[in-house]
């Protein structure tokens, strides 16, 4: 996908024509680019890499890319456990206990049945614990283990000898070994991973730097997959090229056998620099820079990192504290540079200490960190409570009421015909706040806001249902809302695997859309009558 010279694929002539999908690979005829489709499809992908000092590589659009697009779908070079994590199957990743776990034959580490120890990856740490003379042998299930702090470092340092190609491409990404070396991340890398390895297996193959540059390569590139239950971690070549942005122009989802596939929600011109979310976007700012510095080791200054109002949301404000005189307004961090310097009100410009708005927050998520989400009194209590220091649209807030949308009613239509009128009501109008909160600060994260849209179709259809029954003529409003939504809800889910909570409320979204389609056409036809 590197950019090309203008020749064609085939017959290395001078070329005009250019392939119209990812406009990379020029051909001097029509004939000579159905002779190289079965090469070419698989890098057919409208992006370009590009280098930079600043950036090192990157990915570019190499033309205008239209909304809904598939921008690549890349496998992974090598997947294997998080490093933190309980004990897993070596051969399909997914959670084990006590009753549910045999051991490999060879080896001992721990499986769930016969067929996951012949998988390709889990080859790798068999041969090295055979290679050590005796079975490795684990007895806790519950908590993370610290033997499989080293499994996807070891997975990806047999590639050297077992699959140079793909070893070569691990080689060109970045592992930061420099900036990591002395952190808290780095030392524990150095006694859990380079001498744990050394040790444990009685191994002297690798060196200790060529060890922790590895496992720095799994932290910076590493992606967390859902599709296990504990998610488990993957690295892919052209995927880890993608630049940071908390103002993302790209989604990611994956499908059942792990491949990556990214894709754009808007336009995107060519040449723009193509980007995805290393944290979680739903986060406030200053979380989401102490995460990024913590494990990605650099400071975002993206769009809305570089904004205090957070693109005007005001997402991570809190209500103004002044004595003087009643205030309405917010507090908001004085400098970008420094979170941590005093705050100063948007309205009456009163100046806050740092410690008074610290408190407030460490406190709310404390609180928010105990509490039982899937009870609706204690969200309402936890709203009520807090909004006396963090306004309706603060990232505590919006947690909070996401939980509340996803109560409300929760268990299908025949529990939303029994929520009370004031509740269902709360419920769309929680959606409704949300949905405008997240389509400004998170816009590429397509999980929360179709499953909001969702919960807002299904609020919206129960609103209209009770409007046909008081032969109220707003029904009609609310079912085309309701089925808007439930077509949003399909749009941006449809690309997630049925195997995930978001693909099945996707299929359920689709099977409710027919529905509300019938019943407006019916609906239209009794009106015209």
Same mark, same amino acid.
């Not at 913590?294 to 957070?310: G, N």
């Given at each position: ?40 499809? $698989? ?9 930079? /000092? ?9 033309? !205008? ?7 690549? +779908? ?39 049945? %016969? ?19 005796? %079975? ?23 590639? $050297? ?27 524990? /890398? ?59 122009? @790209? ?7 792990? !491949? ?8 995107? $011109? +060519? ?20 995460? @990024? ?37 917010? @507090? ?66 919006? /947690? ?91 749009? @941006?889910? /449809? ?35």
């Amino acid at each position: 996908m590197e950019m090309s010279t203008q020749i064609c694929a085939v017959c290395s002539v001078e070329s005009k024509l250019k392939c119209s999908n990812c406009a990379n690979v020029f051909y001097c005829s029509a004939a000579h680019q159905k002779d190289n489709w079965k090469a070419h499809k $698989k890098s057919c992908y409208p992006i370009q890499i590009q280098t930079s /000092d600043i950036f090192g590589r990157y990915l570019v659009a190499s033309r !205008d890319i239209k909304p809904g697009e598939i921008v690549l +779908k890349e496998s992974p070079l090598i997947s294997g456990p998080s490093q933190i994590t309980p004990p897993v199957c070596v051969g399909c990743l997914q959670g084990l206990s006590p009753e549910l776990k045999e051991e490999c034959e060879r080896c001992g580490w721990p499986i769930c049945s %016969k067929t996951c120890q012949q998988t390709i990856d889990h080859r790798n740490e068999c041969d090295l614990t055979v290679a050590r003379g005796s %079975k490795i042998s684990l007895k806790q299930f519950f908590s993370p283990h610290p033997t499989y702090q080293c499994v996807t470092t070891i997975r990806c340092l047999m590639l $050297k000898e077992t699959a140079p190609e793909t070893w070569d491409k691990l080689m060109q990404l970045e592992s930061h070994c420099e900036e990591r070396r002395g952190s808290v991340l780095w030392l524990n /890398d150095r006694e859990g991973v380079a001498k744990f390895i050394q040790r444990f297996f009685k191994c002297d193959r690798w060196s200790e730097e060529e060890i922790l540059k590895v496992a720095g390569i799994v932290q910076i590139n590493g992606h967390e997959i859902p599709l296990t239950e504990p998610p488990h971690v993957s690295i892919y070549s052209y995927a880890s090229f993608l630049e940071h942005s908390c103002s993302a122009n @790209l989604t990611k989802t994956f499908n059942t056998k792990g !491949d990556i596939i990214l894709w754009t929600v808007g336009h995107i $011109k +060519k040449g723009e620099h193509l980007s995805i979310c290393y944290t979680d976007i739903l986060w406030g700012t200053a979380s989401r820079q102490h995460h @990024l510095l913590q494990t990605k080791l650099f400071k975002c200054v993206c769009a809305r990192c570089s904004d205090v109002t957070e693109l005007g949301t005001n997402y991570s404000a809190i209500k103004c504290n002044s004595k003087n005189e009643p205030c309405d307004g917010l @507090l908001l961090p004085e400098s970008l540079a420094k979170w941590e310097d005093s705050w100063r009100c948007n309205k009456c410009s009163h100046i806050a200490e740092y410690k008074y708005v610290a408190n407030i927050v460490e406190r709310a998520g404390k609180d928010l960190n105990a509490m039982e989400k899937g009870k609706e009194e204690h969200c309402i209590k936890y709203i009520e409570h807090y909004g006396q220091w963090l306004p309706p649209h603060h990232f505590y807030m919006c /947690d909070v009421k996401i939980a509340l949308t996803q109560i409300i009613g929760a268990g299908g239509p025949e529990a939303l015909q029994g929520v009370p009128e004031e509740m269902l009501l709360l419920k769309i109008q929680l959606c409704q706040e949300l949905l405008k909160i997240y389509q400004t600060v998170a816009s590429a994260e397509t999980r929360h806001l179709g499953a909001l849209h969702f919960e807002l179709h299904a609020g919206l259809a129960e609103w209209g249902r009770r409007g046909v029954q008081q032969l109220n003529n707003s029904f009609k409003g609310a079912f085309e809302e309701s089925l808007f939504n439930a077509e949003e809800a399909i749009r @941006l889910l /449809d690309k997630e695997p049925n195997i995930l909570p978001e693909g099945k409320i996707c299929e359920q979204a689709k099977v409710n859309a027919e529905s509300l389609k019938v019943l407006l056409g019916t609906t239209t036809a009794s009106m015209d009558l």
